[in-house]
């Protein structure tokens, strides 16, 4: 388990996957691979691809061993408990009675309306599940992943996510463009409840027609099994989100309503707390192309608002639920102030918002070298040329998205105050190969490096410090000692 990624799934020595093949006209055919590697003390490879010809191949036997997924129980009773969730939302429990009535036509309880309600509910999730099969199918080979760190991408599913955010919040009703709902309801209507069959057809429309309190967080698992890549995962998945927003159908038929609870408030706090989370979301991707210290003062401007409206201002007369929400609001206005204070000073890291002003004098002298970002190696060679005319020395840290220990060493090492202290007057150039395109990795193979994490010291004559080299994880003290090291050697030139 990994701190930044989760879980992560890894294997040692010599992997042998079998993977069922029919093909019965042992046609050749080409193999595609991708696999990363990775060494116990930090260091990561750039992810391969490998291309593997293979000639005639026989026929799979019955008894090979199907891939390892990637998912696991925990995660589908997650996806069915967000599915039941989603479920108890203004705009979807209210539907429960009208639908049951197109549905069971009024047949509640017994056994024919618990077979009709399945028969609605299980195409519904079989729907949900194609719809993720697809998606973890296509979505990695379209790398979308890796897309998803364009700005250009980034920026517009924010604010698809704010969107669904205010709407859920009731500052206005979102609805399907006319001219696909209205052919959807015409052939919704045509199609009478009553039999198995057309309450089957029934359920796969009602997959169309997703509601805007459904549609944002599907949209959200979707972009999620996407970067998996499973096809096997990202089907069940959907097919338990779908079981799940199912599941309250079935207990309505079967148990003629009684097994429901009743619409009230409660479904109100439901809405708000959904509109706060796809907020949240909102603010998490603009956090990849957004300055640290922005990013830090929205999740201020967030908590400072969910604040507001628990009523952490308002001192007049409570019941008990009122001040139990004033007293949580209190703790997030606290924490937004205190957002707001570090972002103003620099700070980055939303979990140690006041981390900045611990470090005092030394941590701002840090920040006086920003980090530039290159990508190409053009670019790093200006960068060098530059450092080396105007005698100044360079530090070149090597990253890359997908590297775990890259993170860690920008949180714990990068950002600890007696590193940055001596960081100050050093060129600080970050070089990003998330891509891992050929470009870049000769560029790896020129300093001969494996991949990222790596630090290289180049003083001001633009030699490097091979000695002083960093390759995997570092501590900050290990590292502060390199840099003095740098420092005595710079100052004796």
């Given at each position: 388990?990994?701190?930044?990624?989760?879980?992560?799934?890894?294997?040692?020595?010599?992997?042998?996957?079998?993977?069922?093949?029919?093909?019965?006209?042992?046609?050749?055919?080409?193999?595609?691979?991708?696999?990363?590697?990775?060494?116990?003390?930090?260091?990561?490879y750039?992810p391969?691809?490998?291309?593997?010809?293979?000639?005639?191949?026989?026929?799979?036997?019955?008894?090979?061993a199907?891939?390892?997924?990637?998912?696991?129980?925990?995660?589908?009773a997650?996806?069915?408990?967000?599915?039941?969730?989603?479920t108890?939302?203004?705009?979807?429990?209210?539907?429960?009675p009208?639908?049951?009535?197109?549905?069971?036509?009024?047949?509640?309880?017994?056994?024919?309306?618990?077979?009709?309600?399945?028969?609605?509910?299980?195409?519904?999730?079989?729907?949900?599940?194609?719809?993720?099969?697809?998606?973890g199918?296509?979505?990695?080979?379209?790398?979308?992943?890796?897309?998803?760190?364009?700005?250009?991408?980034?920026?517009?599913?924010?604010?698809?996510?704010?969107?669904?955010?205010?709407?859920?919040?009731g500052?206005?009703?979102?609805?399907?463009?006319?001219?696909?709902?209205?052919?959807?309801?015409?052939?919704?209507?045509?199609?009478?409840?009553?039999?198995h069959?057309?309450?089957?057809?029934?359920?796969?429309?009602?997959?169309?027609?997703?509601?805007?309190?459904?549609?944002?967080?599907?949209?959200?698992a979707?972009?999620?099994?996407?970067?998996?890549?499973?096809?096997?995962g990202?089907?069940?998945?959907?097919?338990?989100?779908?079981?799940?927003?199912?599941?309250?159908?079935?207990?309505?038929?079967?148990?003629?309503?009684?097994?429901?609870?009743?619409?009230?408030?409660?479904?109100?706090?439901?809405?708000?707390?959904?509109?706060?989370?796809?907020?949240?979301?909102?603010?998490?991707?603009?956090?990849?192309?957004?300055?640290?210290s922005?990013?830090?003062?929205?999740?201020?401007?967030?908590?400072?608002?969910?604040?507001?409206?628990?009523?952490?201002?308002?001192f007049?007369?409570?019941?008990?639920?009122?001040?139990?929400g004033?007293?949580a609001?209190?703790?997030l206005?606290v924490?937004a102030?205190?957002?707001?204070?570090?972002?103003?000073?620099?700070?980055?890291?939303?979990?140690?918002?006041?981390?900045?002003?611990?470090?005092?004098?030394?941590?701002?002298?840090?920040k006086?070298?920003?980090?530039?970002?290159?990508?190409?190696?053009?670019?790093?060679?200006?960068?060098?040329?530059?450092?080396?005319?105007?005698?100044?020395?360079l530090?070149?840290?090597?990253?890359?998205?997908?590297?775990i220990?890259?993170?860690v060493?920008?949180r714990e090492?990068?950002?600890?105050?007696?590193?940055g202290?001596?960081?100050?007057?050093?060129?600080l150039?970050?070089?990003?190969i998330?891509?891992?395109?050929?470009?870049?990795r000769?560029?790896?193979?020129?300093?001969?490096?494996f991949g990222?994490?790596?630090?290289?010291?180049?003083?001001?004559n633009?030699?490097?410090?091979?000695?002083?080299r960093?390759?995997g994880?570092?501590?900050?003290?290990?590292?502060a000692?390199?840099?003095?090291?740098?420092?005595?050697?710079?100052?004796?030139?």
């Amino acid at each position: 388990h990994d701190e930044f990624f989760g879980d992560v799934e890894v294997y040692y020595g010599v992997l042998d996957i079998r993977l069922p093949l029919e093909n019965p006209d042992n046609r050749p055919l080409r193999l595609q691979v991708g696999y990363q590697g990775c060494a116990d003390k930090g260091l990561c490879y750039p992810p391969e691809t490998e291309f593997i010809e293979i000639g005639d191949m026989p026929a799979a036997s019955g008894d090979a061993a199907p891939v390892a997924a990637d998912w696991n129980w925990k995660e589908l009773a997650l996806f069915f408990l967000g599915g039941l969730a989603l479920t108890f939302t203004p705009c979807v429990l209210p539907m429960l009675p009208i639908l049951s009535g197109v549905v069971l036509r009024g047949q509640l309880g017994g056994l024919r309306s618990l077979t009709l309600s399945l028969a609605y509910v299980l195409p519904m999730a079989i729907c949900f599940a194609v719809l993720g099969t697809l998606m973890g199918l296509f979505g990695a080979g379209l790398n979308l992943q890796a897309r998803l760190q364009s700005a250009w991408v980034l920026v517009p599913f924010a604010a698809f996510f704010a969107v669904f955010a205010l709407a859920m919040f009731g500052l206005f009703e979102l609805r399907l463009p006319r001219f696909i709902s209205e052919p959807l309801d015409r052939l919704a209507g045509k199609t009478q409840g009553g039999s198995h069959v057309n309450a089957a057809l029934l359920g796969v429309l009602s997959s169309l027609l997703v509601s805007p309190c459904v549609s944002a967080p599907l949209a959200g698992a979707l972009l999620y099994i996407s970067a998996s890549g499973d096809a096997l995962g990202g089907g069940l998945k959907l097919l338990a989100l779908g079981l799940g927003m199912g599941t309250p159908l079935v207990l309505f038929g079967a148990g003629g309503g009684a097994l429901l609870p009743k619409s009230g408030p409660w479904l109100i706090t439901v809405r708000n707390a959904f509109g706060v989370m796809l907020l949240a979301v909102s603010v998490w991707l603009l956090e990849r192309v957004l300055p640290g210290s922005l990013s830090l003062a929205l999740w201020g401007l967030l908590a400072g608002g969910v604040a507001v409206f628990l009523g952490a201002l308002e001192f007049g007369p409570k019941t008990h639920r009122q001040k139990l929400g004033q007293i949580a609001g209190l703790a997030l206005l606290v924490y937004a102030l205190a957002a707001w204070v570090g972002a103003l000073q620099g700070a980055t890291d939303p979990l140690k918002p006041l981390g900045q002003l611990q470090a005092g004098a030394s941590q701002s002298s840090a920040k006086s070298g920003a980090w530039q970002t290159l990508s190409s190696p053009a670019e790093l060679d200006a960068a060098l040329a530059e450092a080396k005319a105007g005698g100044q020395p360079l530090l070149l840290d090597w990253y890359a998205d997908w590297c775990i220990s890259c993170k860690v060493i920008e949180r714990e090492v990068f950002g600890n105050a007696e590193v940055g202290s001596k960081l100050a007057g050093w060129r600080l150039i970050r070089f990003d190969i998330t891509e891992s395109n050929a470009a870049q990795r000769a560029l790896l193979d020129r300093y001969k490096l494996f991949g990222p994490p790596a630090i290289q010291l180049f003083t001001g004559n633009g030699d490097e410090l091979l000695d002083l080299r960093v390759v995997g994880e570092v501590d900050a003290a290990t590292f502060a000692t390199r840099l003095d090291r740098a420092a005595s050697r710079q100052a004796g030139r």
